[in-house]
C-alpha cells in the first residue's frame, strides 16, 4: 500500500545520491514541484531518465543534481534549446553530463517493457539512424520466424519513477487522465514509485477502463496542488505557456538562471 | 489580383496542400503543426491528426506550443498513451503520412537534429531525434518542411538522425516493412522531390518570386532543377486570412497566460 | 474509414472461406450474432482464432465453419467442456479440426505483437510446459542484454477480425467499456476488420482516455442489437449464465445441437 | 459444539485461510475463486483480488461464473486490457500469489488441464492451459486447491500443462526470475506442501474426520505423511455461514436469468 507522505519526506525517503531516477509526463502533468524538491534537498549524482527532459530537468541539471541523462529529445517544446542542458554538454557546467540518447519510439518500448518485466524491448526502429553508432545500448536481433532484422534496446528499470497525477483516494489509489503519456509504465517499472497529486479525495470519480493505479503499485504519494505548474493538469489549470517562453531568457545565462533559482526554488521551501 | 504575403506563409500554405481529406497524419510540432491544421481548416477539412502525446484525430482551434498542450487532449477523438501512440498507431502502420521539420537536411533527404560538430565535443547540441526516427521509417511516406539556408541545406549532415534515404540514397532498398520515405520538401523558396533514381533532392517548383539564383545561394550543394519547373501557385485569399487567423489566435492565446 | 453495412452483407463481404478470422471478447462482448451469420453463410475452412473458444467457436466448429483453431483455453467457463469442439478434436465431426495451442499469456502477446507491427511476441512464458512439445510456433531466444531465455511467439495477423461493442457514433467511430479484454489488439492487428455494435449513436459519450477505435482503423461497422448474447454488453444487458448451463446438454448430442442450430441460428436469419 | 460442513466446505474454507489481506492474489475461476472470496468476506477483507479479464481488485458480491462476468468489472477499481494484465500486473511481478484448480496433479504438483492421453489422439480433451501456464512462473508463490481422486492426484500428469516442480523436481532451480512454484495444496481431505528438498508433495494436515487411508486410496502414487501430522482446525460457524450465503446468492443469480 502507498504511505502518504508530505514531498519533503517523500523525497529525503525514497530519492538518494547516486540513484536512478525517471520523472515522467508527456508535456502533461509534469512533476515540477518533486523536481524542486529534490533541488532543495540537493541530492547528487542522479541519473536522470525522461523521454522529454523539457524545463524540469534543465532546472535539476543546472542545479548540479545529475550526472547522467538518458532521454530522447531535450528541448524547450515550441520554443528552442534547454540551455542549462547545453551548457553541461557543451561546457561541463556546473558539471560534466554524460548522456545516452535514444528516440521516443525506443524510449516508449524501453518503459513498456520495464512495466512488462522483460529485460529487453523489441522494435522496429533506428532504420538508417546514426543513433546507434553512439548508444551502444542499441542491439540488433533476427527474428527466429520471419528473419526480419529488430531493434533491441533494454527495458529501463529506475530504481525510483516519480509522476504527478490529478487525484489519489484515501487509500492511495491514483487516477491519471488526459495525456497519460507513460505515467503508469514508469511506475510499474520502477523499484520504488513517488506520485505526487492535486488533490486527495473520497471518491477517486474514475470511470470504468480510466488510467488507474492502484495503491499497493505505488510507494509513497504526497500531496502537491498545483505539482505540475508550470505544465498543467487537466481539468485543474492550463499549461503556463508564457513562462516556457520566459525560460529561455531566464536559463541562456548562467547568473540569470541562479537568480531565478534561488528565488523560485530554494527560498519557497516547501510548497 | 495580387495578395501580399511573406515566404514563410508560402511555405505554410503550399506544405499545407500536400495534405489531403484521406491521410492521417502524425504531425511534428512547429511549421508541420501549422501546416497540417491550415490544411485541416481550409481544403481538408476531415484529414485526420495525431500528435505524438497520443491524441488520435485532434482539432486544435489554436496552434499547440508544445506537442502535448491540453488543447490537443481536449479537441481529440481519443487520447492513449504514448507506448501505445508508437508501437500501434505508428509502428503498427496506421499513419499514412509523417510531416516533419529538421534542423539539417542533405541532398538525400537525411535529417540532423542531433548536433552540428562532433558527438561527444559538440559545437551545437540540437534536442535530439524525438518521434522523428522512427516516424521516418514507419509512416507511407514523409513530408519535410524547413526553411531553406546553408546552415540548414547541406551537403552531408554532420548526423544522420532521422533517415532520409541514406549518405549514398540507397538506405531504404531491400529494407522490408519501411515506408518510402520522403515524398516531398517544402521550403519557403521551392518545393523538391527525390529523383526517382538515384533519391537525390530536386526542385520540382519555385514559389512566385523566387529565383533559380535564390535557391543555389541558400542551399549548401549543387542543386539540380527538374527539366519541367514548376512555378508553385500563390496563396488564395482564403488561405492566407485563415492562416493568419491562426497565428493571431495562437499568438495571443500563448502570450496571455498567468 | 468504416463503411456501415447490415451484418449480412459485412460478413458476405468480408470474409471468405479460407480465412483466418479472429473472433475476440473476453466472456464480455462476444460477437454471437456475427458468428451466428457466419454459419448462416455456411463458410468453410476458415481458420479461427481465439483465446478462449467458448459457444460461440463450439457453433461454428459443430456447423462446420471451421479447418483449424488457434486457441489457448477452450471451455464452458464454469461449466465444462466444450463438446462440439471436443467431438471435432477427438472424433472428427463434423470435419477434422486441426489445433494450435497456447497460454493465455502468449496469445495476449501475439495479439499485442500484431497490433505493434512486429512479426513476433517475446514473453518469460511456456517455462516447464510441455506446450512447447506440441506448439512448434513456440520459440526461445536469448536477451541480448541480459542473457535470459524468453520465449518468442509469431505475433497474430488475421485476415479478419469480427469483435462488437457498445457503440459507433455516425462516423464509423466505436467505444468499448468494461472488460475491453484484446479487441483493440485484434483489430488493429488484422488486415480487415468488422465490428458489431449494439447502437448507432450521435455521440459516443466517451471519456477522454476510453478505448475507442477511430473509423479509420476499421473496415465495416454492423448494427446488431443484442448481438453478444447469451454473453453481455455491459450498460445494456448481463451475461445469460443460465444459458451457458444449458448448452451444455444442448451441445452434448450431435442431434440435439443442430435442432438447436436449425431452430437458432438457420430459421431466425438475420436478426 | 461441533458444526455439520461437508468436505467440500472444508475443502473452500481451508483454501480461504492461505489468503491473507497483504496479498495480491491472481484468482483462477471455480474452486480458487470461491475461496479467494471467503477469504475477502471473512478474515481478509482486503485481500486484493485480480480475474485474467483484466478486473483490478474486485470485490464481486456473488461469484462470477465466467472469469469475466460484469459483476467482476462492475465491482473493481479498473479494468485494464487483457494483454496489459498479463504484461505489466503478472509478467510485471506484481502478484503475490496465483490461486490455481486443476484436472490433474503429480507428485511435484505439475498441473494438467491439457488432455488424458496422447496428444494428437486424445481420450479427453480438457479446455487447456489457459492463464495458468505464466501464472505458475510469474506469481511469486502459487496455491492449488481441487479435489481429492485417484483420477486427479496421478503419479505423473499425462501433460504438463503448467509447472509446478517439472518431472524430476527441479524444474525451478536455476531459472531466473521464477516464482517459488505451489507452496500450498489444499484438497477435500487434506493440506499438503513440497518436501523443501525434494518437492514432492507431502500430506502436512489431515482435515477432521479424514483418515490416513482416506488419502493414501485417494492418491495415485505411494503419498507421504510429514512427521508431524497435524489436523486442520475445523471450519468455524462465521465461515460456513458466510460460505453458504455466498454460494446461495451464486446460485440464485446465475440460474434466475432470462
Known amino acids: ?271 | 489580383m495580387s495578395l501580399e504575403f511573406t515566404s514563410s506563409e508560402m511555405m505554410s500554405v503550399t506544405a499545407a496542400r500536400a495534405l489531403t481529406n484521406d491521410m492521417t497524419c502524425f504531425v511534428g510540432i512547429g511549421l508541420p503543426s501549422e501546416a497540417a491544421n491550415l490544411a485541416r481548416l481550409t481544403h481538408a477539412p476531415d484529414v485526420t491528426l495525431i500528435y505524438e502525446s497520443g491524441t488520435l484525430q485532434t482539432k486544435p482551434d489554436v496552434l499547440p506550443l508544445s506537442i502535448g498542450d491540453g488543447e490537443l487532449c481536449e479537441s481529440a477523438l481519443t487520447t492513449v498513451s504514448v507506448p501505445e501512440m508508437f508501437r500501434y498507431w505508428l509502428q503498427g502502420g496506421h499513419i499514412s503520412v509523417g510531416f516533419l521539420g529538421t534542423a539539417q537536411i542533405d541532398r538525400f533527404a537525411n535529417l540532423n537534429t542531433t548536433l552540428i560538430g562532433d558527438y561527444r565535443e559538440p559545437k551545437v547540441r540540437l534536442p535530439g531525434g524525438g518521434g522523428a526516427p522512427e516516424i521516418a521509417t514507419n509512416a507511407k511516406e514523409v513530408f519535410i518542411t524547413v526553411k531553406h539556408s546553408r546552415r540548414t541545406f547541406v551537403k552531408d549532415v554532420d548526423f544522420v538522425t532521422t533517415v532520409g534515404f541514406g549518405r549514398d540514397g540507397k538506405a531504404r532498398d531491400n529494407v522490408p516493412n519501411i515506408g518510402r520515405g520522403p515524398t516531398v520538401v517544402i521550403t519557403d523558396l521551392c518545393s523538391l522531390k527525390p529523383d526517382p533514381e538515384t533519391k537525390e533532392l530536386v526542385v520540382i517548383s519555385l514559389h512566385p518570386n523566387v529565383t533559380r539564383e535564390d535557391v543555389i545561394e541558400a542551399t549548401g550543394w549543387d542543386i539540380r532543377f527538374a527539366d519541367q519547373l514548376e512555378t508553385t501557385p500563390a496563396p488564395t485569399a482564403e488561405e492566407l486570412e485563415v492562416l493568419r487567423a491562426l497565428k493571431a489566435r495562437t499568438h495571443s492565446h500563448h502570450s496571455g497566460q498567468q
Open chain 1, 1 to 271: 500500500m502507498a504511505e502518504f507522505l508530505s514531498l519533503q519526506e517523500a523525497v529525503s525517503k525514497h530519492i538518494n545520491n547516486g540513484d536512478t531516477v525517471a520523472m515522467e509526463g508527456f508535456t502533461h502533468l509534469i512533476p515540477f514541484a518533486a523536481g524542486h524538491e529534490i533541488i532543495r534537498q540537493e541530492k547528487r549524482d542522479l541519473t536522470l531518465i525522461r523521454m522529454t527532459p523539457d524545463l524540469v530537468y534543465d532546472q535539476m541539471i543546472g542545479a548540479g543534481c545529475a550526472k547522467k541523462l538518458i532521454f530522447s529529445w531535450g528541448g524547450n517544446p515550441g520554443v528552442g534549446s534547454l540551455h542549462r542542458l547545453r551548457d553541461a554538454v557543451e561546457k561541463g557546467w556546473p558539471n560534466k553530463l554524460e548522456i545516452l540518447e535514444h528516440s521516443h519510439a525506443a524510449m516508449a518500448c524501453a518503459y513498456e517493457a520495464g512495466a512488462a518485466g522483460l529485460p529487453l524491448a523489441v522494435l522496429r526502429g533506428y532504420v538508417g539512424s546514426d543513433l546507434p553508432k553512439v548508444n551502444d545500448q542499441i542491439k540488433f536481433i533476427e527474428c527466429p520466424f520471419t528473419g526480419e532484422r529488430l531493434a533491441a534496446v533494454p527495458s529501463v528499470r529506475p530504481d525510483v519513477a516519480v509522476i504527478h497525477a490529478q487525484r489519489a483516494d484515501r487509500n492511495g489509489n491514483v487516477v491519471i487522465e488526459g495525456i497519460v503519456g507513460i505515467q503508469k509504465e514508469v511506475v510499474l517499472a520502477a523499484k520504488r514509485s513517488l506520485v505526487t497529486v492535486e488533490e486527495i479525495v473520497d471518491d477517486l470519480g474514475a470511470s470504468v477502463n480510466a488510467c488507474v493505479l492502484p495503491s499497493w503499485a505505488i510507494t509513497a504519494v504526497a500531496e502537491a496542488p498545483k505539482g505540475a505548474k508550470p505544465s498543467y493538469a487537466l481539468g485543474y489549470y492550463d499549461r503556463d505557456n508564457a513562462f516556457y517562453k520566459d525560460w529561455d531568457g531566464i536559463a541562456r545565462d548562467r547568473e540569470t538562471f541562479q537568480a531565478w533559482l534561488n528565488d523560485n526554488v530554494f527560498e519557497k521551501g516547501v510548497a
